[in-house]
């Protein structure tokens, strides 16, 4: 048995999927991305008027991504302590790991889930960094 979340909080997903499923102690996370709920709004992102990346900023991203995690999981009843996993996705690697990185610490300073981070060619939305995320809440 597994229950369906979705939360009124969290940024609309994009497709057909909730935001998060939680299957016996374990809660996973559809894929979570930096945008802003009830708008197409990008923290960090300028677009040209046909919706291509003019410009980005990949720390306002992080900031934003790991706001709307936390969203989730308190949605679902759980916190951020409780992540045990990680799986990161960049648009480019070589520009933004290094900020990426340095944020990622300051966010998981006591907490220290598993994380896996790859380059991807796009996401499906104009932005460049999306977590998808394993949490353990014990019943």
Request: net charge neutral; hydrophobic share 35%; aromatic share 10%.
């Amino acid at each position: 048995m597994s229950e369906v979340i979705e939360s009124n909080t969290a940024p609309e997903p994009v497709g057909a999927y909730p935001h998060a499923r939680r299957a016996g102690d374990f809660l996973y996370l559809s894929g979570v991305g930096p945008r802003e709920r009830n708008t197409k709004k990008i923290p960090g992102v300028e677009l040209s008027e046909n919706g291509v990346i003019v410009s980005y900023d990949i720390e306002a991203q992080c900031h934003s991504v790991f706001k709307n995690v936390k969203t989730i999981l308190q949605d679902a009843g759980a916190d951020w302590k409780d992540l045990v996993d990680i799986t990161v996705f960049l648009t480019n690697m070589k520009e933004d790991f290094k900020a990426y990185n340095k944020i990622y610490a300051q966010y998981f300073t006591e907490n220290k889930p598993c994380r896996t981070t790859v380059e991807v060619g796009s996401l499906p939305t104009p932005i460049a960094i999306e977590l998808k995320c394993i949490a353990y809440i014990k019943k």
